[in-house]
């Protein structure tokens, strides 16, 4: 932490030296999202190349110099982080996309890129001297915070939308949080999560209000570069709900140009679903971010009235990227090839970032001999529900050889 200068609004500007901790910007409150400021003066003097070589704690506190947390707590934590980066072996064939990979945030502890914040926002909340931490969420987030908070002995109440995914809930109820299920959206949960972290003095995890929670996340992006051998791809593509997890992709590649380890910001795409993608809409009409309808399976990324809304437009308009959006069935579709082309499950939101670069590649968005990191943000175990409408039911067969030996030559699925 000793590398954080201060704050910096997304809305006026302003610079707040670090003193104490702030949420918001005491001139624009709750739309003044604030974002950290870093001395990268000083950061530069020993922050190279070798810096990172040398490293060898393949876990998110392998970045810890350029996180605003004390290192007082961060041995007891879950292993968040340095998630695979695969490369693609049949998709890139397919669309024609020489060097694809696919960055499994899936593979994190409770199976989401939520763990990069879930995990700050507890430390945050222990340096606070807090026991509670409280969040609204569709569902990931929730889980994440739930999970990480209990490794670390905070306890933990979490609002969800009555729409919220079984597995998540299940995975919410194991890790001991108080779970309470709002008859509304999300915007009713989180509405109902700042009543309860007003009134009863909670750690607030709700991650466009935290800036903390952004420094999480940018850290997938130091992982990209540092898993493609201190390069990056043309293209970098992610599901965008709230605006919080595309603004981190942003901000940590923001991070390396700023310590001259990188020459430019690759172009990043934000891929939001139909049934609900007001910040796909700003960006393509240029209006402000209007709110929107709940209406898609991609739950983690419904979100109607997005909370960081102008980080996650500065991140495509800054690194000369774009928005795109895709239907219900386009992402259920991603969900099933990238499962049979690739192994890689996942939810249908992080689906949606694999639908974006179909139809990227298909509208020439993406341009032939350009490569594309797609970051997949959450497993399918999440969701099994809507992933079983997709992909083929198990073969019935009675318990008779013969009867298996007729389908698989039926099939034509033997060795000729």
């Given amino acids: 932490m000793k590398y954080v200068l201060g704050y910096r609004c997304s809305v006026c500007d302003s610079f707040y030296p670090f003193k104490e901790e702030m949420m918001i910007c005491p001139v624009c409150k709750d739309s ?10 000083n950061l530069k003097k020993f922050m190279r190349v070798d810096y990172f070589k040398e490293n060898h704690e393949y876990n998110i506190w392998r970045y810890k ?3 605003p947390i004390r290192n007082d707590f961060i041995d007891n934590s879950l292993r968040v982080g340095w998630t695979p980066l695969y490369k693609s072996n049949k998709v890139s064939i397919k669309y024609k996309v020489d060097n694809l990979y696919f960055k499994d945030e899936g593979m994190n502890p409770t199976q989401s890129l939520k763990d990069r914040a879930s995990v700050i926002g507890c430390i945050k909340a222990l340096e606070a001297n807090k026991r509670v931490v409280c969040c609204s969420s569709t569902g990931n987030a929730a889980s994440s915070l739930a999970g990480n908070a209990a490794k670390l002995g905070l306890e933990t109440v979490i ?3 009555k729409r919220a995914p079984i597995g998540k809930l299940a995975q ?7 779970v309470i299920k709002v ?20 750690y607030n995890r709700n991650a466009a209000i935290n ?26 593509i992610v599901s965008v709900g709230d605006g919080c997890t595309i603004a981190g992709v942003y901000k940590g590649f923001f991070d390396l140009k700023s310590l001259g380890l990188i020459e430019k910001i690759p172009r990043i795409m934000g891929v939001q679903s139909e049934g609900c993608s007001p910040i796909n809409d700003a960006y393509h009409n240029d209006l402000v971010v209007r709110e929107s309808v709940e209406d898609t399976i991609a739950d983690s990324i419904a979100v109607g009235i997005p909370r960081n809304p102008i980080k996650a437009l500065n991140a495509v308009k800054n690194s000369n990227g774009t928005y795109l959006k895709v239907s219900d069935n386009e992402i259920l ?8 082309l690739e192994g890689i499950f996942a939810e249908p939101a992080a689906a949606c970032s694999y639908a974006g670069l179909i139809k990227g590649r298909k509208e020439e968005v993406i341009k032939d001999k350009e490569s594309v990191t797609v970051i997949i943000t959450g497993n399918g175990l999440k969701d099994t529900k809507n992933a079983l409408t997709i992909i083929n039911e198990p073969v019935d067969l009675k318990n008779n050889f013969q009867d298996f030996i007729d389908y698989m030559e039926g099939e034509r699925v033997i060795n000729e």
């Fill in 32 to 41: 003044g999202i604030l974002d950290l400021v870093y001395d990268y003066k």
């Fill in 65 to 67: 110099e350029l996180l």
């Fill in 159 to 161: 609002f969800v939308p």
């Fill in 172 to 178: 919410l109820l194991a890790f001991g949080a108080k």
């Fill in 183 to 202: 008859d509304g959206d999300y915007k009713a949960a989180y509405d109902l999560s700042r009543q309860a972290i007003d009134k009863y003095g909670f």
């Fill in 211 to 236: 800036p903390n929670l952004v420094e999480g996340k940018k850290t997938v992006a130091y992982e990209i570069w540092e898993q493609l051998d201190y390069q990056l791809t043309d293209w970098v």
């Fill in 333 to 340: 579709e991603a969900l099933k090839e990238l499962g049979a």
